[in-house]
Each structure stands twice: as C-alpha cells, then as structure tokens.
C-alpha cells in the first residue's frame, strides 16, 4: 500500500504523549519495526499519513522509523500488514 507523509503544517496535535503512543493504546501492541517495506529500523514514532487511494484529507497514524518519517513529497510503500489507526481524537490514550 502506498502512503505519503502529512505536510508538517497540516499534522494534527496528540492528547497523547506522542502518536506512537496513540498507536500503540489503540492497536493494543506494542510497535516494533518501521512499516515501509524492506526497513528493518526500529519504529520510533507514530507517522501522520495519508493514503492517496482514500483521499488526503483523512489523515492516519502508522508507526515509522525516524528516516522515513521525515520523507516528504515522496510517496513510500508499507508492509500489507500494517495497521492503520485513525487520527481523530476519539481514539483511545493510555501510556
């Protein structure tokens, strides 16, 4: 699946402590490794996507590792099993 990075001024703020967290509270595991396909890096953040198939303007969270979390304009192919978690604020937030 194809996805995109949020524009650093479109990305929404988190009632969590960061967006991995949000992740993780809603997805109910733990991440691991960064979603794109052939990365082995650790995940270290909860990266604000879209993906150009539903449209740009619902926003969604997966885990990435740093490197491909600060890829712009460029789009990057994730894993099939990646989860995607909604960005709303209706989302669970413990941890």
Request: aromatic share 6%; charged share 25%.
């Amino acid at each position: 699946m194809r996805i995109e990075n949020v524009a650093v001024s479109h990305r929404k703020k988190s009632d969590c402590s960061s967006w991995l967290v949000y992740w993780e509270s809603n997805t109910k595991t733990k991440s691991t490794k960064c979603s794109v396909i052939g990365c082995s890096n650790q995940a270290e953040v909860g990266a604000q996507v879209i993906k150009p198939s539903v449209g740009k303007k619902i926003v969604f969270i997966v885990p990435l590792c740093q490197e491909h979390e600060a890829v712009a304009n460029e789009a990057l192919d994730v894993k099939e099993s990646a989860t995607f978690v909604l960005a709303d604020k209706q989302g669970s937030c413990t941890g």
